[in-house]
């Protein structure tokens, strides 16, 4: 049981360049998020998607898009790299919907570098 | 929208010195409460949480935290701390809403323990 898994673990891009970081998870989990974690920010949340088959905007979810591409998996994609997005990501999951929130189960982060 | 407020930015403790670090949110409604511990390098672990019932609530290492409704607080504690207990401390919360379960952290609580 990994778990939550991120790759990549780092990467490096030059601005405008675009890539995908992917996740998944294996603990049959309905909701999945993609946050960013900045020096005293905190956690800003990207996008979640709440159950598979549907997606939203968090707060801070302009440069980026999401694809909930089956239960397990949640990719965030970013277009065209800004420095600004120098960041180190985070994917979690958590079990339910509903009514009650529950805890979230986190990743090992993706850090990345625009240049 | 609901806030996180962590007041402390950086504690730092010799080893056997007891640990409050304080949350306060800012909203009023039902509230899920968590604290998660970063530790150098690594993702974010759930240290304990809040759902109901009992409100001192006890989780892993040693840490307790206890919410008081009526100050919309959530400290957390530690009794006396250890070396290892050295890591970045979020205090986050979400909302018990028909949605998914977004969680809004605090800027977050570095902690130094010396020896």
């Known amino acids: 049981n990994a778990g939550v898994t991120q790759t990549p673990k780092f990467q490096v891009l030059k601005t405008g360049q675009s890539m995908t970081l992917q996740c998944a998870q294996d603990?049959?989990?309905?909701?999945m998020y993609w946050y960013r974690q900045d020096p005293g920010m905190g956690l800003r949340l990207i996008y979640y998607?709440?159950?598979?088959?549907?997606?939203d905007k968090g707060e801070v979810p302009n440069g980026y898009n999401v694809s909930r591409l089956n239960k397990r998996e949640f990719s965030l994609r970013l277009e065209s790299a800004a420095p600004s997005q120098t960041s180190v990501y985070f994917c979690?999951?958590?079990?339910?919907?509903?009514?009650?929130?529950?805890?979230?189960?986190f990743g090992p982060g993706t850090r990345l570098t625009v240049t | 929208a609901q806030s996180v407020s962590q007041h402390n930015h950086h504690v730092i403790l010799s080893e056997a010195a007891s640990l409050e670090l304080g949350c306060n949110y800012s909203?009023?409604?039902?509230?899920?409460l968590f604290w998660y511990v970063q530790y150098p390098g690594q993702h974010l672990q759930l240290l304990l949480k809040y759902f109901s019932g009992d409100p001192l609530v006890k989780g892993i290492k040693g840490f307790e935290a206890e919410f008081i409704k009526s100050k919309f607080s959530f400290n957390l504690r530690k009794p006396s701390v250890q070396w290892s207990d050295t890591a970045e401390y979020f205090c986050a919360v979400n909302l018990r809403t028909g949605t998914a379960s977004k969680l809004t952290f605090g800027t977050g609580t570095r902690l130094q323990v010396t020896l």
């Open positions: 998607s709440a159950s598979e088959g549907t997606t």
């Open positions: 909203y009023g409604g039902t509230v899920n």
């Open positions: 979690a999951s958590s079990p339910g919907q509903g009514a009650l929130g529950y805890e979230q189960y």
């Open positions: 603990m049959n989990h309905n909701s």
